[in-house]
């Protein structure tokens, strides 16, 4: 009796371990999946996604759309057939690539075994497979008839012109919540603009999913993000784009650079930077492509600097135009450094438009001891030297200015021929633009307008401030007059054309020391010197063909100037 006794016991303490066992199971591992299946069967929770705004060019074509595309997911309870076989179906067709005939056995493989894990997990009961499914692959995964796998409507990104602007525009990707969100660009410094409000759909159901008429509801409407209108002349940038990636190819350089702006407005027409990346397949390249040289990358800028610097001369009555040179005899010693002409050749008793056409270095040290350290350094911080500009694109970095109680005699000197300093090409282009639209400083801007359903709404331009007088303007624009006919690179002048141009070439440092064979070699300018419709930056890194600006990036600038005066109407005129 006793052991018939015991034996009840076990059996009733082992009914009562496998009851709790599975109790546990149910509400505790398995509790939040399933009041989650038990809510998506009782209610009815969509969210509704906004249409993200689009990006056009001045002219209103897309720079950036929207496209159709899917999410594709798995409803686990009703996947009905073999994981392994469903997830070696779907592989060639998830599979990032064009053709599948290039893609390898291995990451098919891999892209089937991702698959295989989504499909296996036992936490959740909806997962996402692929996003941004376009509609002819859509159609291959319905054609293969497997029940539990569903859709989505949700937006992509279009670029008519592949990777025409990708470094203006910027790309649309996931953040960590997997939403869509912009990076770089316009895209990611719009994103809130362009992204609009999301929607959402409320409504219970009864337990055959058929929608309680009486029961709880509520909708809030999706508001669609804002279109950008920017001041891109689409022309502009096509030419820009082919002209660089050209220039880049025959002077054997190994990246290149180069915006178009309207001086007097700040707006950018064009900007272009290689090499670069195409938008909408941005997970195919690597992630230092993405940043955009224009706004992100210092460098020493060489002799394109020495315009600043003589415009501040010229400005604070240190100097005048006639002022003549008195230590252009030859070679200058600076505390233990020797500074020479880059030619190695010396003209005595220069004169300061001497000094910019045959772009003096010793000259330039003359310059900067008459101006001295601290209305030097006064002078670049009004042309936005060692700050943002304030152009409408994430990402922009601006190299630091050395405090001016840093700065020694040697300091002076290097920096009036722009070395020991670092800017940005949008640096550079701004503050030559302030010379261009006599003496004010304008805030660069890539988007004119906001657009959404026939409203508009100007963006407004930033402050304009003084930097120099209007006629420390028109004297250093008629030194920049006589470099680009007189000057290195006389040879690129187009004859009829008014332009003020400078070029630059800069040894890159490397290592505490200036490698003596690499360069970045630069041009900047803007014409109609009387009147500028546009100022251009060209800057090539390593040209192999030749180190000198005169011969490389000079060349390039006029060459793409020559297509600008075209299209923008711009007529010769007799010298």
């Not at 809030?220 to 990636?245: C, F, P, W």
């Not at 304008?442 to 359903?453: E, G, N, R």
């Amino acid at each position: 009796m006793l052991l018939r006794h015991r034996i009840v016991s076990i059996i009733l303490l082992l009914a009562f371990t496998a009851v709790s066992a599975k109790l546990f199971y149910w509400q505790v591992i398995k509790g939040k999946a399933l009041s989650v299946q038990a809510q998506n069967q009782h209610s009815l929770n969509v969210s509704i996604k906004a249409p993200r705004g689009s990006i056009l060019s001045s002219d209103k074509n897309w720079l950036a759309a929207r496209n159709e595309a899917w999410l594709l997911f798995a409803d686990l309870d009703k996947l009905q057939g073999s994981i392994n076989e469903i997830a070696d179906r779907l592989a060639p067709i998830t599979i990032n690539g064009d053709d599948i005939e290039e893609i390898g056995k291995d990451e098919l493989i891999n892209e089937a075994n991702r698959i295989k894990n989504l499909l296996t997990r036992d936490d959740v009961v909806w997962v996402p497979i692929k996003h941004k499914i376009s509609i002819t692959d859509r159609e291959k995964i319905e054609a293969l008839q497997i029940t539990g796998l569903g859709f989505e409507q949700e937006d992509d990104r279009f670029y008519p012109e592949a990777s025409a602007a990708a470094h203006l525009l910027g790309f649309v990707g996931k953040d960590e919540s997997g939403e869509n969100i912009g990076y770089f660009g316009l895209e990611g410094y719009y994103n809130l603009t362009l992204s609009g409000r999301e929607g959402n759909l409320f409504g219970e159901r009864d337990a055959r999913g058929s929608p309680i008429l009486i029961g709880k509801s509520s909708e809030y409407s999706a508001v669609g993000g804002v279109n950008l209108l920017t001041h891109i002349d689409r022309g502009v940038q096509l030419m820009l784009e082919q002209k660089l990636v050209e220039g880049i190819e025959k002077y054997g350089a190994k990246a290149g650079t180069a915006i178009i702006m309207d001086p007097k407005t700040g707006a950018v027409m064009g900007m272009s930077s290689y090499p670069s990346y195409e938008p909408a397949r941005y997970p195919l390249y690597s992630n230092e492509l993405f940043k955009n040289p224009a706004i992100s990358d210092g460098f020493e800028p060489g002799s394109i600097f020495k315009v600043l610097v003589m415009a501040g001369a010229l400005d604070s009555g240190d100097l005048e135009p006639d002022t003549k040179c008195d230590i252009c005899t030859g070679s200058v010693k600076i505390d233990k450094y020797t500074i020479e002409t880059w030619d190695r050749e010396y003209r005595p008793d220069s004169s300061m438009v001497d000094v910019i056409v045959h772009s003096d270095n010793v000259g330039m040290v003359f310059v900067s001891q008459k101006l001295g350290i601290e209305k030097m350094y006064e002078y670049l911080r009004k042309f936005g030297i060692g700050e943002q500009t304030g152009i409408d694109l994430q990402g922009e970095f601006a190299p630091k200015l050395r405090e001016v109680e840093k700065w020694s005699i040697v300091d002076l000197a290097t920096a009036s021929f722009g070395h020991g300093i670092a800017i940005t090409p949008m640096q550079m282009i701004r503050a030559v633009s302030a010379i261009a639209n006599k003496g004010k400083l304008t805030v660069p801007q890539v988007v004119d307008k906001l657009l959404i359903d026939g409203w508009e709404e100007d963006v407004e331009m930033g402050e304009t401030t003084r930097v120099i007088s209007d006629e420390a303007s028109r004297e250093i624009t008629a030194m920049m007059v006589e470099a680009a006919k007189s000057g290195e690179a006389k040879w690129t002048h187009l004859r009829g054309f008014n332009i003020a141009g400078k070029t630059g070439t800069a040894q890159i440092p490397i290592a505490g020391h200036y490698d003596e064979e690499k360069t970045i070699a630069s041009f900047v300018g803007f014409a109609p010197a009387d009147d500028p419709k546009f100022a251009m930056i060209v800057t090539l890194k390593e040209p192999s063909s030749s180190p000198w600006s005169s011969e490389t990036a000079a060349p390039l600038w006029y060459s793409i100037a020559k297509e600008l005066f075209m299209y923008l109407g711009i007529q010769p005129v007799r010298n």
